[in-house]
């Protein structure tokens, strides 16, 4: 019976000339994949090798891509700290669930086992809010923020602005990377780093300096053992993860440096990307929810 219906109903559509309802509709819904799909070449971009860092482990590499804007001083010193091999040998000495991977020189804070540091320096004042350049306009995303007036995305990095004081900052949303410090707030500098693993951490905002934002190796970090200690610290050195290297990709030879491309935050096409991602429309969602939050807003990186 079925294939008698089957071949009735082709009958009728070759005499009426209809479509098959097999084929798929004129016009699609938006999804992040379509999105994807129709980008053109000019809407992904190349990181600057100048700002990207290699730090390579056990598990693998992780790839970070630094944003002067966001903490200029922070950012070179970082980049001094890497030049002069600081990292290597050094160790990841914390991951805490849901929170953060923090890596640096587990004997910092004694003076006579502290790991010196050369040609860079061990401290800072933070640097927790910045201005946008006059040519340099700010899309903020459609749905507000709870956090700050206004958020939105700068070369990837997802950033908060108070339009009224024109001031901006950085946000705590995972991958974020930034300089670890004391109570003081000059107390970093860039020697001991960590990455935001696990649901952002907002109240975090312009309390500590950021700068960064892992494009590659976040399944390898958030796979690494938790730290049993309290805030996820590892107590015995021999559960530390030892880090092989930290390099500038710039100082790499090009046949080990990373071949990626990051979606602009720029473009029409990342403006499709974030609606989206606010209201689903794969086969599986059955509500669009209409709303997205910042640090909900993935970065296609290929």
């Known amino acids: 019976m079925r294939m008698v219906l089957s071949v009735a109903c082709s009958a009728v559509l070759l005499l009426t000339g209809c479509q098959s309802t097999s084929l798929p509709p004129a016009n699609p819904p938006l999804t992040a ?7 053109r070449p000019d809407d992904w971009r190349r990181p600057d090798p100048q700002n990207l860092l290699c730090m390579d482990f056990g598990k693998g590499r992780v790839v970070i891509e630094l944003l002067p804007l966001l903490a200029p001083r922070h950012v070179a010193n970082v980049q001094a700290l890497v030049r002069e091999g600081y990292f290597d040998g050094l160790a990841i000495v914390r991951v805490q669930d849901n929170y953060v ?11 006579e086992l502290a790991r010196p540091i050369r040609t860079a320096q061990r401290h ?3 640097e927790l809010e910045f201005r946008l350049p006059p040519a340099v306009p700010f899309h903020p995303l459609p ?9 939105g995305f700068l070369d990837g990095m997802p950033i908060a602005r108070d339009p009224k004081s024109g001031k901006c900052w950085a946000i705590h949303s995972y991958g974020m990377v930034g300089a670890g410090r004391d109570n003081a707030l000059d107390s970093g500098g860039g020697a001991e780093l960590y990455v935001v693993s696990g649901q952002a951490p907002r ?3 312009r309390n500590v300096t950021l700068f960064g934002r892992v494009l590659q190796g976040m399944d390898r970090l958030t796979a690494l053992p938790r730290g049993p200690a309290p805030m996820g610290f590892y107590e015995k050195p021999e559960d530390r993860i030892p ?7 710039s100082d790499l030879p090009e046949s080990e440096r990373p071949k990626i491309e990051v979606l602009r935050t720029d473009t029409e096409t990342f403006r499709r990307w974030v609606e ?3 209201s689903r429309r794969e086969e599986w969602f059955h ?4 709303r997205i939050d910042v640090s909900n807003i993935p970065i296609p990186v290929r």
Do not use: C, F, M, T
Request: cysteine-free; aromatic content about 4%.
């Open 124 to 126: 800072l004042p933070a």
């Open 276 to 278: 989206a991602r606010r």
């Open 33 to 39: 994949a379509s999105v994807l799909a129709s980008a």
């Open 143 to 151: 749905d507000g923020d709870i956090y700050a007036p206004q958020a």
């Open 101 to 111: 991977v923090q890596w640096g020189d587990p004997n910092a804070e004694k003076p």
């Open 287 to 290: 509500h669009a929810a209409g």
């Open 243 to 249: 880090i092989h290297s930290i390099r500038l990709a």
């Open 203 to 205: 109240h975090l905002d």
